[in-house]
């Protein structure tokens, strides 16, 4: 079991990483947040599957348990949810000492940290990913968020959690469809900050989870206890973001998030190379690599739909947005463009 501790302005906490750890939650769970009650937030997928195993290792160990299970998919990450699961939390009582375990991907740990940032203006809040995807990315930093009608995440708080508890042995049930949009996140990390990871996934196995999951969450804590608030150096995490985000939004939510940020990595670099900002091997080692892990370099979207939607985006200002651009594999840097720029740099990618 490999532990990584991150350390923001609001809070330190431990991420451990291993197999088994469904069956030590309560012990490792009781050791930081105390035993009081707990409500499990998951989805209908992830409930059939691990749920009740989760509820009795948390009673055995004293735990008063609830739970709240809505639909799986983005679709389910909006206000109507959030609402009702706030209505849930306060009908049974929780209080500001007692829990919310967030037990899924990254939409149930966006749905639920929100929540638990919220309700009662704060309560603790568990983290147990079971998608890689959230494993290496959504379930460490504090970004938590529901979409709006205008577009994604654009409702949050960041709300650092109390204990993150990646299981390796439960990514054994995702399809591959799933892996991939992980990967995609495992991509940007090695894009963004470091080389050897990017070779290491040439060959990556699913006995390599632990180490790569670990690896991305060093990346994670060591910017984010840099800058919480994606102000600054965090928002090199938003490689391929702006864009993916966009065509997710543009697709009303069709294409997984993991896809969509592998297509906007892709268009990205792609604009670097012909602004003579990274050389084309760049480019090529960035799309055999998508393509190796089943995720796409292309959209069929359009310029205008796509930029529409980058209009909607949460960090775009007044007079602009920061685009993070690749000058090597592991070397990427944020610049500050106009939207007129970013549109060109969309054009370009396209």
Not at 73 to 84: D, H, L, W
Not at 87 to 99: I, P, W, Y
Not at 148 to 160: I, P, S, T, V
Request: net charge neutral; proline share 2%; with cysteine.
């Amino acid at each position: 079991m490999k532990k990584v501790h991150i350390r923001t302005p609001s809070k330190q906490y431990d991420v451990y990483i291993g197999s088994s750890l469904l069956e030590k939650a309560g012990r490792l769970s009781a050791n930081i947040i105390g035993v009081g009650k707990v409500a499990i937030v998951t989805d209908d997928i992830v409930d059939r599957l691990y749920a009740s195993r989760l509820q009795q290792v948390l009673e055995k160990t004293g735990y008063t348990v609830v739970k709240f299970v809505f639909c799986h998919g983005e679709a389910s990450k909006n206000a109507a949810t959030y609402i009702q699961l706030l209505h849930f939390l306060a009908k049974n009582h929780l209080v500001r000492t007692d829990a919310v375990f967030a037990l899924g991907g990254g939409v149930v740990g966006d749905m639920a940290g929100f929540a638990a940032a919220t309700y009662l203006r704060g309560v603790r809040f568990v983290q147990l990913p079971t998608t890689l995807l959230a494993a290496v990315d959504s379930s460490v930093g504090g970004k938590t968020a529901i979409d709006l009608e205008g577009g994604k995440n654009l409702a949050g708080a960041f709300y650092q959690p109390d204990l993150v508890l990646c299981d390796c042995s439960l990514l054994e049930t995702l399809e591959p469809r799933h892996i991939s949009d992980g990967l995609a996140e495992v991509i940007k990390y090695a894009v963004v900050r470091d080389e050897g990871l990017f070779t290491r996934l040439k060959t990556v196995a699913k006995k390599e989870w632990a180490p790569i999951i670990a690896r991305c969450v060093e990346i994670k804590g060591e910017i984010v206890g840099k800058d919480a608030m994606d102000t600054g150096v965090r928002e090199l995490l938003n490689f391929g973001h702006t864009f993916g985000h966009a065509i997710e939004a543009s697709g009303r939510y069709t294409l997984s998030h993991g896809s969509a940020v592998g297509i906007g990595m892709a268009i990205i670099t792609r604009a670097c190379v012909k602004q003579g900002r990274c050389d084309l091997s760049c480019q090529r080692e960035l799309e055999d690599m998508l393509t190796r892990h089943g995720l796409s370099t292309q959209t069929d979207l359009s310029e205008e739909v796509i930029f529409q939607a980058v209009l909607s985006d949460k960090k775009r200002k007044q007079d602009g947005i920061t685009l993070i651009l690749p000058r090597k594999i592991g070397l990427c840097e944020g610049v500050k463009v106009s939207l007129e720029e970013a549109k060109e740099y969309l054009h370009l990618g396209l």
